[in-house]
């Protein structure tokens, strides 16, 4: 019967994205052709409406369908008409449709660091592009200090999103580890927390310098899962077990608006200090059973 269910699940997700494949793509070539971008910010904002649209179905047949154990815990003062940044650890596919069943119309629009690889996925990948994600290639240490030219366009990225972000409110959230937690992943970066890979501070460094004087704050969200190995697919068969996400509301300090991570080590330590502090704060909160 779970098998059965998990097909169902991903029949409907797939309509689902087709459906509204149709007018995503007809604005993405509107928008094309669009001179000057105080029009484009016009067919912006049908795209995001796309968009939100695509999660109000999918979050509709989830609740109705798969019935997720979700169990939250969410601050006071959430708005859709202000402006976020949004910090998480992940496990699985699952984290994204757990944020939206947590915090979608709670935020407004929301924008996501992704991977550069994930442009080749059809439809979800036009989307990110339309919807002007920072697509980042994810380098390595040693890969940025022999292609510096790749570090530099990652940062370009994330300088466009913040200048349009000021545009409109948006909700940013960054996955911070950079990929999924797996104990291969755990072994392979000698990481100092039990359930966390470490944190990559350049991406949420460059949002809090660029747009920090408009957010009104951080959301520093931590997921656990009942089961020591979540699946998407698991989910999709309404197999998961209790999703326990919950989160602190953070205020922007002073000084992070006021250095450069790239340039001003100083800055750049003061930086890694706090991420870790927080880093830390979470991962003892997921040793609590």
Known sequence: ????????????????????????????????????????????????????????????????????????????????????????NHRSWTDIFALFLALHRRLPMPHFFVKRQLIWIPVVGLAFWALEF??????????????????????????????????????IYNFVEGTRFTPAKHAARHSPYRHLLPPRAGGIAQVLNLLGDRLSGILDVTLRYSRPEPRFWDFLCGREGAIHLSARRLTVPEWM????????????????????AQWQAKDAALDTP
């Open 257 to 276: 608006t006021q250095g450069d991570y790239h340039q001003d080590p100083a800055y750049k330590e003061r930086f890694h200090t706090w991420l870790n």
């Open 1 to 88: 019967m779970s098998t059965l269910r998990g097909i169902v699940s991903l029949l409907l997700l797939t309509l689902n994205t087709l459906f509204w494949a149709v007018p995503l793509i007809a604005l993405t070539l509107l928008k094309l052709i669009t001179p000057g971008r105080p029009l484009r910010r016009r067919v912006l904002r049908w795209l995001n409406g796309v968009a939100l649209g695509w999660v109000d179905v999918n979050l509709w047949w989830i609740r109705h369908w798969i019935r997720p154990d979700l169990r939250l815990d969410l601050p006071d003062g959430l708005s859709r008409d202000e402006w976020w940044l949004v910090l998480a």
């Open 134 to 171: 920072p697509m980042l290639r994810r380098l390595t240490r040693e890969q940025r200090e022999r292609h510096p030219h790749l570090a530099r366009r990652d940062r370009e990225a994330t300088e466009r999103m913040c200048a349009h972000a000021r545009e409109r409110p948006i909700a």
